[in-house]
């Protein structure tokens, strides 16, 4: 009997024994499924997280391409409007305001955030990309204007050039019809007899020479015109009759007499008295009558 409560107490406390390493295994078992479930909804946050990362990198990334691709579009167009415009005309102070949106956009990409601000901002860049190619058709029109103007801008310049060509010429022409012309010279040897001035030939009586000649009436004359005219009177010896430049050595510019004239388009009768102290030889004097160095008139007379 002792023997059989023995053994029935022996086989209870190895049931007893069974069921605990029973529950002790199921425990562990329970205790690593939950540790693996954990582990894998750990791992698949994680790996959530660097995908997420990873895409919001990539996105961020693509913004900053676009704003490059547009900041060059920007870059290219200020150099083209730079050629046509200075740097307070409309048109770039238009671009200062892109570039300043680009610098914005681009600040607000390195300030980092979620995929929902990235995709904003992407929103954001596609409406600038939309504007600015609106701005590039604008100003390509503008710049096509602006180069049809300069060709018709040349064009005109060219005209007008010709067209001052043609009143410098006409000027001349008119300049040259409007000037006076000259009438036929005279010298007339004179003496004073009682009081009077008379002709006379023969060399030694000659007192003075009358020398005139007239400005003939010009109706293109509009302006007054200021003239000097030069008498040169050579003697028989070849020598030019002068009071006042015989120190001159050229004989080109040495001359009778100056008379300065205003002419104003009617007929004038110019009188001009010649005397000298020296006698006057026998023999033929010749005359010019010269505006500047050309020769407007000639004329000749012979004392006895």
């Given at each position: 009997m002792d023997d059989s409560a023995q053994e029935k107490k022996h086989g209870k406390g190895k049931t007893v024994t069974i069921v605990l390493l029973l529950l002790l295994l199921l425990g562990s078992v329970?205790?690593?499924?939950?540790?693996w479930n954990k582990e894998q909804?750990?791992?698949?946050?994680a790996l959530s997280k660097i995908d997420t990362l990873q895409s919001l990198n990539s996105l961020r990334d693509s913004l900053y391409n676009e704003l490059a691709i547009e900041q060059e579009k920007v870059a290219n167009l200020r150099l083209e409007i730079s050629l046509y415009q200075g740097e307070n005309d409309s048109l770039l102070q238009l671009l200062k305001g892109?570039?300043?949106?680009?610098?914005?956009?681009?600040?607000?990409?390195?300030?980092?955030?979620s995929g929902k601000s990235y995709r904003a901002l992407k929103d954001s860049i596609a409406v600038f990309r939309n504007n600015n190619l609106a701005f590039r058709?604008?100003?390509?029109?503008?710049?096509?204007?602006?180069?049809?103007?300069?060709?018709?801008l040349n064009e005109q310049e060219s005209t007008i050039s010709q067209l001052e060509k043609e009143k410098s010429t006409l000027s001349k022409k008119v300049n040259i019809a409007a000037q006076p012309n000259v009438g036929p010279v005279r010298v007339e040897p004179q003496y004073d007899k009682k009081g009077i001035f008379t002709p006379i030939n023969k060399a030694k009586k000659v007192e003075r020479l009358m020398i005139t000649f007239d400005?003939?009436?010009?109706?293109?004359?509009?302006?007054?015109?200021?003239?000097?005219?030069?008498?040169?009177?050579?003697?028989?010896?070849?020598?030019i009759l002068s009071?006042?430049?015989?120190?001159?050595?050229?004989?080109?510019?040495?001359?009778t007499h100056e008379e300065d004239i205003t002419f104003n388009g009617t007929q004038q009768k110019i009188r001009i008295e010649y005397t000298q102290d020296a006698a006057y030889k026998k023999g033929k004097y010749s005359v010019e009558l010269r505006d500047g160095k050309e020769i407007k008139q000639t004329f000749s007379f012979e004392l006895l």
């Open positions: 329970g205790s690593n499924i939950f540790l909804h750990s791992t698949g946050i892109k570039e300043s949106k680009i610098n914005s956009l681009r600040a607000l990409i390195s300030q980092g955030g058709t604008r100003v390509d029109s503008l710049l096509l204007q602006n180069e049809a103007y300069l060709a018709k400005l003939l009436n010009n109706k293109l004359t509009a302006q007054p015109i200021n003239k000097k005219y030069i008498i040169r009177i050579k003697n028989p010896d070849g020598i009071n006042s430049n015989s120190r001159l050595t050229n004989i080109d510019d040495v001359f």
